[in-house]
């Protein structure tokens, strides 16, 4: 009996409770439908706005800005009138295009009409006010109208201002280079940006794995960063454009290197940067702080710097309501080059495997020499020394003065025609490997007692002369085939060429080595036309012509006195 | 042509005439290897003025100071020369112009050959590495008698043959000056003007009628002087004539200096680790400090 006591009273209960609830939501249904018509727009609005740290308070004779927000969350398109309406003593600091100032009395009234899209859509603006210098402090209210929407604010002003409000900032200082997080290496000197050697990459690229890629895209990264630090005593707030240039130390002219990202390449002249070729260019905001540091990153295009040297880099910060500030200071900027670097590190790898492999066969190869041998490849190496060296120690710098960087064509007629006329013609007369180790070495030695011309780069370029000819000529068989001739036999053309080939080409890859390293060893530099033009007409058409001629004379000289 | 006062070695009693040759070596070693780890244009000139002062307690005559000064600004001449035609650093000032980049042909190729003023300079001051060198080479050429350098070639191990060879070629190098020299002379007699025409075959004619005299006689004399030393018994094995000792205090000199100069390598090293990012040691900044100024 209880129990269905209970379950009559349970099932009136939960009749009630169903009721009671469907009423309740249809009251809040009702009433969610009425805030929502009336909440479409949302309007918010912040006196002073401030970028960086947020202030409570503005100061007699500063500028502010008014960040004012509208927000349409209907449906429905909005047409709406906003207003701001200033205390006394708040006054917007420029024209305003798109607002109707009307004063009223010592108010102010801002007005302007807004049309906002259905769905949702924001509008918002920026107003920059100046707080009169005469205001006194207290709290001063501000009406905010955005259709049937009103605010109030409460504009707080304390304190009195030292310091003009026009007062422009300035750049303190510009420091660089700076990490990624604006972090200053002690490495690294100052106001100095090191240029990555970028001749590389695809190289790297393809031993990495990675494959075809865009190189130029590839390119496009910071070098490094660089920080402005700007006093900024009026605490100015507003959006500036930064532009960053290279200047010729002297004449102040611009010099191509940097470049803002998305001006090259194919999306060149395209983007909101688009345009700014041969400058950094940026946008930035000034917060208002006293101090700030505006941190950018800076791309400069390797391929354009020639070594590097020594720049200014000018900064320019300008808007467009007050007058630019510049800012020029003196910078260095290092290229590294790698590739004279490596072709070094590679010849002194290569010539220190060589002298192992001569050091471990030395003793067996000068055992086959005969004495009359030895003195020959002597006798022949002063002969060198006293027709090639001498002369071009005495006058290959004359011939500097009298041709300028065209006095190769006259000394290259003693280092390479008279050089391989002697060197072949006692590779005939004597085929063995080793002779023109030996010879080498006897030059070198001689250069170094009579001249003192001991140093690592005399070691390296006769070491690899000596090593890329002993190689050519033994790799090609051509000491085999001269070895198996008799006095009077003639050696046909084609043999001839492949000889002046040889020898070409073991002059090109040593003189290539030569001028590398003086410029890594003595840091002189040279241009690519004029290493190509001393390859071409020093490495291969004189020494072709050289070794040609010293065949022809060995074979001469081997009948007056030959084994 | 060859002055042997001035160019070979006479004896004396300086410092360096008495200094062992094997010290000598290692001072022109370290030398070498200094002057190639220093960027300084400071350090590079205390050290050449260095040498100079070097040859100054040499007692080096006026004839041998000549020839260093006319080597050194040869040298020096042609660094200036070449680095300011090739100077590509930024900022370079136009001094003259040798051949516009409008030159057909030439001016294309070169995009113009101009003479910078900043090359000039630049390569005045690399030129200081190379006037090191040939200042001390020079200095242990004519402070050193070329049987004792030898001899210390020998003692560290140099072949005996090519000891042979090396003397072999020293003793007749001025005989063959006198050779080329006499050549020449026949061949001016025979109205012999080796730069008349450019002609390529001219040029090639006069290198063949001048070498193959001079190398015939070379090879002719090689034979007999074989059999000379053949006859006397040369390759049947030898006694290497000892060196005389090393003094002690040189010895100690010459590691002492070794010392300093891998110090400086490893410094350098860690410079370029550091430089590139690699090692960076703060406890090292104030040595760091000091290589940005002094190498």
């Given at each position: 009996m209880r129990h269905m006591f209970l379950m009559k009273v349970n099932k009136g209960l939960i009749k009630y409770l169903i009721w009671g609830c469907s009423a309740i939501f249809l009251f809040f249904f009702s009433m969610s439908n009425g805030f929502a018509q009336e909440s479409e727009i949302s309007l918010s609005c912040q006196i002073p706005y401030y970028l960086g740290k947020e202030?409570?308070?503005?100061?007699?004779?500063?500028?502010?800005?008014?960040?004012?927000?509208?927000?349409?969350?209907?449906?429905?398109?909005?047409?709406?009138?906003?207003?701001?309406?200033?205390?006394?003593?708040?006054l917007p600091i420029h024209p305003q295009q798109n607002w109707q100032v009307m004063n009223q009395g010592e108010l102010c009234q801002l007005q302007r009409q807004i049309n906002l899209s259905g769905g949702y859509s924001q509008w918002f603006d920026l107003i920059p006010l100046k707080v009169n210098d005469d205001v006194v402090?207290?709290?001063?209210?501000?009406?905010?109208?955005?259709?049937?929407?009103?605010?109030?604010?409460?504009?707080?002003?304390?304190?009195?201002?030292?310091?003009?409000?026009?007062?422009?900032?300035?750049?303190?200082?510009?420091?660089?280079?700076?990490?990624?997080?604006?972090?200053?290496?002690?490495?690294?000197?100052?106001?100095?940006?090191?240029?990555?050697?970028?001749?590389?990459d695809y190289y790297k690229n393809v031993l990495q794995g990675k494959g075809a890629t865009n190189q130029e895209m590839e390119a496009i990264h910071p070098v490094t960063h660089m920080g402005l630090d700007l006093t900024n005593p009026a605490g100015q707030q507003k959006l500036i454009v930064i532009t960053t240039m290279l200047l010729d130390a002297y004449t102040h002219e611009?010099?191509?290197?940097?470049?803002?990202?998305?001006?090259?390449?194919?999306?060149?002249?395209?983007?909101?940067?688009?345009?700014?070729?041969?400058?950094?260019?940026?946008?930035?905001?000034?917060?208002?702080?006293?101090?700030?540091?505006?941190?950018?990153?800076?791309?400069?295009?390797?391929?354009?710097?020639?070594?590097?040297?020594?720049?200014?880099?000018?900064?320019?910060?300008?808007?467009?309501?007050?007058?630019?500030?510049?800012?020029?200071?003196p910078i260095k900027i290092i290229k590294q080059d790698s590739r004279a670097a490596g072709v070094v590190c590679f010849a002194v790898i290569l010539l220190a495997g060589g002298l192992f492999f001569a050091a471990c066969r030395f003793q067996r190869i000068l055992r086959t020499f005969r004495t009359r041998w030895l003195v020959t490849i002597a006798l022949f190496g002063a002969a060198a020394f006293a027709v090639v060296n001498v002369p071009s120690t005495l006058f290959g710098e004359l011939f500097h003065i009298l041709l300028g960087p065209f006095g190769f064509v006259i000394s290259g007629l003693f280092s390479s025609v008279f050089l391989y006329m002697i060197v072949m013609s006692l590779v005939i007369?004597?085929?063995?490997?080793?002779?023109?180790?030996?010879?080498?070495?006897?030059?070198?030695?001689?250069?170094?007692?009579?001249?003192?011309?001991?140093?690592?780069?005399?070691?390296?370029?006769?070491?690899?002369?000596?090593?890329?000819?002993?190689?050519?000529?033994?790799?090609?068989?051509?000491?085999?085939?001269?070895?198996?001739?008799?006095t009077g036999d003639?050696?046909?053309?084609?043999?001839?060429?492949?000889?002046?080939?040889?020898?070409?080409?073991?002059?090109?890859?040593?003189?290539?080595?030569?001028?590398?390293?003086?410029?890594?060893?003595?840091?002189?530099?040279?241009?690519?036309?004029?290493?190509?033009?001393?390859?071409?007409?020093?490495?291969?058409?004189?020494?072709?012509?050289?070794?040609?001629?010293?065949?022809?004379?060995?074979?001469?000289?081997?009948?007056?006195?030959?084994? | 042509m060859y002055d042997r006062k001035v160019w070979e070695a006479t004896p004396d009693h300086t410092l360096f005439h008495k200094l062992d040759v094997r010290t000598k070596l290692m001072l022109l070693g370290c030398f070498a290897i200094v002057s190639l780890l220093i960027d300084s244009s400071r350090s590079l000139f205390i050290l050449?003025?260095?040498?100079?002062?070097?040859?100054?307690?040499?007692?080096?005559?006026?004839?041998?100071?000549?020839?260093?000064?006319?080597?050194?600004?040869?040298?020096?001449?042609?660094?200036?020369?070449?680095?300011?035609?090739?100077?590509?650093?930024?900022?370079?000032?136009?001094?003259?112009?040798?051949?516009?980049?409008?030159?057909?042909?030439?001016?294309?190729?070169?995009?113009?050959?101009?003479?910078?003023?900043?090359?000039?300079?630049?390569?005045?001051?690399?030129?200081l590495r190379s006037g090191i060198m040939l200042s001390l080479g020079l200095l242990l050429t004519w402070t050193s008698d070329p049987r004792k350098l030898l001899r210390s070639f020998m003692a560290?191990?140099?072949?005996?043959?090519?000891?042979?060879?090396?003397?072999?070629?020293?003793?007749?190098?001025?005989?063959?000056?006198?050779?080329?020299?006499?050549?020449?002379?026949?061949?001016?007699?025979?109205?012999?003007?080796?730069?008349?025409?450019?002609?390529?075959?001219?040029?090639?004619?006069?290198?063949?009628?001048?070498?193959?005299?001079?190398?015939?006689?070379?090879?002719r004399r090689a034979a007999t002087l074989a059999s000379s030393v053949e006859s006397r018994g040369f390759g049947r094995g030898f006694h290497r004539i000892d060196m005389e000792?090393?003094?002690?205090?040189?010895?100690?000199?010459?590691?002492?200096?070794i010392l300093v100069i891998v110090s400086m390598g490893v410094l350098k090293i860690m410079d370029v680790l550091q430089f590139n990012g690699l090692i960076y040691i703060p406890a090292w900044r104030v040595l760091y400090d000091l290589m940005k100024v002094w190498m």
């Open positions: 202030k409570e308070s503005v100061i007699p004779g500063e500028q502010i800005q008014a960040f004012f927000n509208v927000e349409n969350l209907g449906l429905q398109d909005k047409q709406l009138t906003a207003s701001i309406e200033l205390p006394a003593g708040f402090p207290g709290n001063y209210p501000v009406l905010i109208r955005a259709g049937d929407q009103v605010q109030r604010l409460v504009i707080a002003v304390s304190g009195t201002r030292e310091i003009p409000a026009d007062t422009a900032f300035t750049i303190d200082s510009v420091v660089l280079p700076l990490d990624k997080d604006g972090k200053t290496d002690d490495r690294l000197n100052r106001s100095t940006i090191v240029l990555r050697d970028r001749r590389w611009p010099i191509p290197g940097l470049f803002t990202p998305s001006t090259t390449g194919e999306n060149a002249e395209a983007g909101a940067l688009g345009g700014h070729e041969n400058s950094l260019v940026a946008f930035a905001a000034l917060t208002g702080e006293a101090k700030q540091r505006i941190r950018l990153p800076v791309y400069a295009d390797e391929q354009l710097f020639g070594s590097g040297g020594n720049y200014l880099l000018q900064v320019t910060i300008a808007d467009e309501m007050d007058s630019t500030v510049i800012k020029e200071i007369l004597i085929p063995y490997t080793g002779v023109i180790a030996l010879i080498s070495i006897i030059r070198m030695l001689l250069g170094m007692l009579a001249f003192g011309q001991f140093s690592p780069i005399t070691f390296l370029s006769y070491g690899i002369h000596a090593l890329f000819l002993e190689s050519f000529l033994y790799g090609s068989g051509m000491y085999r085939y001269l070895q198996s001739q008799q003639k050696i046909p053309v084609p043999k001839m060429a492949l000889l002046a080939f040889i020898c070409a080409a073991a002059d090109c890859l040593s003189i290539y080595v030569s001028l590398q390293s003086m410029s890594v060893l003595y840091r002189m530099y040279y241009a690519d036309w004029y290493i190509e033009l001393i390859l071409l007409v020093n490495g291969l058409v004189y020494t072709a012509i050289g070794a040609f001629c010293g065949v022809l004379l060995g074979k001469r000289l081997s009948k007056v006195g030959g084994d | 050449f003025c260095l040498t100079l002062v070097m040859h100054g307690l040499a007692h080096s005559s006026l004839g041998r100071w000549r020839i260093l000064v006319l080597f050194t600004l040869l040298g020096i001449w042609g660094s200036m020369a070449s680095q300011a035609l090739f100077y590509s650093q930024e900022p370079r000032s136009i001094v003259a112009c040798l051949i516009a980049p409008t030159v057909p042909i030439i001016g294309k190729l070169t995009g113009g050959v101009f003479v910078y003023r900043e090359g000039l300079e630049y390569g005045a001051v690399q030129a560290w191990k140099m072949p005996y043959e090519l000891a042979f060879m090396l003397i072999t070629s020293i003793r007749f190098l001025p005989v063959i000056f006198q050779e080329t020299s006499v050549v020449l002379t026949a061949q001016r007699l025979r109205g012999f003007k080796p730069f008349r025409t450019i002609s390529p075959r001219h040029l090639i004619q006069t290198a063949f009628q001048t070498l193959f005299p001079i190398l015939a006689r070379t090879l000792n090393w003094p002690k205090v040189e010895q100690l000199f010459s590691y002492g200096f």
